[in-house]
């Protein structure tokens, strides 16, 4: 099948990989996920990557011509090194000619929160929900760090930096305490289920992964877990104000596992609405509809075979 596109989305976590006969969610013909290791350095992420693809080769017999890839951070354009990723082992690295050399196919990256947001305007929620296509949508990634992606008239708006949209790291409260990127108090240091889980065991003294803490907080609230929501709620609201405030989006679509929290669609809402210039915004905060394979939709449109399928890149 000539046609089939090749893509993965290459997590801090996790690595999922999908070929798809077309661009469509019920195009899928192989869908596999392996876990990322990056505690284990660069090249074995690389090589991790390779094990997936071969995985899926042999599973369906066919060999890929492009692989799309959805990354944390950026292929910096004047390097060709990967930036801004907060899977750091990544940051340096020639990603894109290591991936080449490695799969022996060509391969294009982008931003997984920006091919987030894509499959989500184009595929996922805002498409199902909405009769005409807004004129802006922000999709947010919180989970092991803190991202997001611009949709403006369909399109991404990269930025002549290529980080529009990166909100994670703009500076919101002190007690974040350092980031990977250098600084102090980036809104990933506090929203960041690894940020929130470092909250927790500073009151609690008890390492827990941030579900179960939410899990713990709905079954029996505790000073802990009731704290640790508090914080989450009070802080998402001041984080996205600021995004609302400069962006005025008609539509903010939550992504990663943070982004599962029911609370932030109506605790962290109205914290939101207190925040923001306007007041009373009509901006709609929308669960994504494509679960956490949004990426690897969004990073089909970089490898589509024929081009007038995908206009959105």
């Not at 000539?2 to 869908?31: H, P, Q």
């Not at 989970?143 to 992606?149: I, R, S």
């Not at 990933?188 to 500073?202: D, F, M, V």
Request: glycine share 14%; charged share 20%.
């Amino acid at each position: 099948m000539e046609s089939a596109i090749w893509v993965i989305d290459l997590g801090g976590t996790k690595i999922e990989g999908i070929v798809l006969s077309g661009m469509a969610t019920d195009k899928v013909l192989v869908r596999k996920r392996i876990a990322t290791e990056a505690h284990r350095g660069y090249r074995h992420v690389v090589s991790r990557v390779v094990d997936l693809v071969e995985l899926m080769k042999s599973e369906i017999g066919l060999k890929p011509s492009v692989i799309g890839f959805g990354t944390p951070g950026i292929l910096d354009p004047q390097t060709q090194r990967m930036k801004n990723s907060n899977t750091t082992v990544l940051n340096g690295e020639p990603l894109k000619a290591d991936l080449t050399e490695a799969l022996g196919v060509p391969v294009i990256l982008a931003n997984d929160a920006n091919c987030f947001a894509l499959a989500e305007t184009h595929l996922g929620v805002v498409r199902q929900s909405m009769e005409a296509l807004p004129r802006t949508v922000f999709g947010v990634i919180m989970g092991t760090g803190v991202g997001g992606g611009i949709v403006v008239e369909g399109k991404v708006l990269n930025g002549r930096h290529g980080i529009a949209g990166e909100w994670g790291h703009n500076f919101l409260d002190k007690s974040g305490g350092p980031c990977y990127c250098g600084r102090t108090g980036c809104v990933e240091t506090i929203l960041s289920g690894p940020g929130l889980q470092r909250y927790y065991a500073q009151l609690s003294g008890e390492q827990r992964p941030l579900k179960e803490i939410i899990e713990r907080h709905h079954r029996q609230p505790d000073d802990f877990t009731g704290q640790t929501m508090d914080r989450l709620i009070h802080f998402f609201g001041l984080a996205l104000s600021v995004v609302v405030n400069i962006l005025d989006p008609d539509v903010i679509v939550l992504g990663g596992g943070v982004g599962n929290v029911g609370e932030l669609y109506t605790e962290g809402y109205r914290k939101l609405c207190e925040y923001t210039f306007h007041g009373n915004p009509r901006v709609q905060v929308v669960k994504p509809s494509l679960g956490d394979s949004a990426g690897v939709f969004g990073a089909a449109a970089l490898a589509v075979p024929d081009k007038s399928i995908s206009p959105w890149i």
